[in-house]
């Protein structure tokens, strides 16, 4: 028995096979990982586009009450920047299928007029999604956008 096994470990009959599969199990593990990194990068584009254009909503929440008043201070304050920014943010076309938990973490208004605008999120990367939903390990995602009234 012990001199079988000796001459089936020394053979070199299947050695390809065995070489042959665990090169595909790595170039398959490398390629869901990309496909992952990749699927969490678009997420977080799709995040800053919404953060821009919640930016450029709360740049455009005029205080009326601020209007009027003569003088070099911007008429955007940070109660009517944030108010435009949620509202903003409630009717956004988000795909909740991956991306989840969308805030408006902060609103800043400068005094030139510039308003920035903090979004975050959590995300779970396409093919592990199962795993990070089911640990609660999802991917924090957080952005920022800027625009300013004129």
């Known amino acids: ?28 593990l490398v390629a869901a990982l990309g496909a992952a990194i990749t699927g969490v990068h678009l997420e977080r584009n799709e995040l800053q586009h919404a953060a821009d254009a ?9 205080d009326p009450a601020e209007l009027y ?4 201070e ?3 304050t940070p109660s009517s920047a ?6 903003h943010l409630a009717a956004y076309p988000f795909d909740p299928s991956r991306t989840t938990g969308i805030t408006l973490a ?9 308003v920035r605008v903090v979004l975050t999120a959590r995300t779970d990367p396409p093919l592990a999604g199962w795993f990070t939903r089911g640990t609660g390990t999802s991917i924090p995602l957080a952005v920022d956008g800027e625009a300013r009234a004129r």
Do not use: Y
């Open 54 to 62: 919640t930016a450029l909503a709360a740049s455009q929440g005029l």
């Open 82 to 87: 944030r108010e435009a920014a949620e509202a």
């Open 1 to 28: 028995m012990r001199a079988w096994l000796r001459a089936r470990l020394a053979a070199v009959e299947g050695s390809m096979t065995i070489l042959t599969t665990g090169v595909l199990v790595v170039i398959l």
């Open 69 to 72: 008043i003569p003088g070099d």
């Open 106 to 114: 902060s609103v800043e208004v400068d005094p030139d007029g510039s």
């Open 74 to 76: 911007t008429p955007v």
